[in-house]
């Protein structure tokens, strides 16, 4: 009787591991593809990014073109999640060890909600120092 009910439970599970994205994991797998344009979607209207110490604050395109030349000359090979703060559903924040064939990178970025949805509103890289 109990092996009738197994199939429902791992449906169960299933739909619900897919109902809880994790936002600095989509985060992660956006970068790690590289897709500059995808990652602008998630993009607040205005964005501070500061690469390698050059920091300014740039519309969401201004700022899909910058982050557009620097993965062009660094692909990342890996990235993986080092920390993650989501444990208030309104501000996250995640940090990131990025490899690619020039580099490690540590990335870090600030999720908040804006208009009822979580946007990027902060994003960091620098180069790894520990290894």
């Known amino acids: 009787m109990k092996k009738r009910y197994l199939p429902f439970f791992i449906i169960f599970i299933t739909f619900r591991s897919f109902a809880t994205d994790d936002p600095i994991n989509k985060v992660a ?3 790690r593809q590289g897709n500059m344009h995808e990652l602008s979607t998630l993009m607040a209207e205005s964005v501070d990014v500061v690469i390698q110490g050059n920091e ?3 519309s969401k ?6 982050l557009n030349n620097f993965f062009s000359q660094n692909r990342p090979l890996s990235v993986k999640v080092l920390h993650k703060i989501n444990s208030n559903p309104h501000y996250q924040f995640g940090v990131l060890l990025m490899d690619s ?11 908040k909600e804006i208009s009822g ?7 960091r890289i620098e180069t790894e120092k520990v290894r």
């Open 56 to 58: 300014n604050t740039y």
């Open 101 to 111: 064939g020039k580099g490690a990178y540590r990335i870090a970025f600030t999720l």
């Open 29 to 31: 797998g956006i970068i």
């Open 61 to 66: 395109a201004q700022a899909e073109v910058v």
């Open 117 to 123: 949805k979580l946007q990027l509103i902060e994003l």
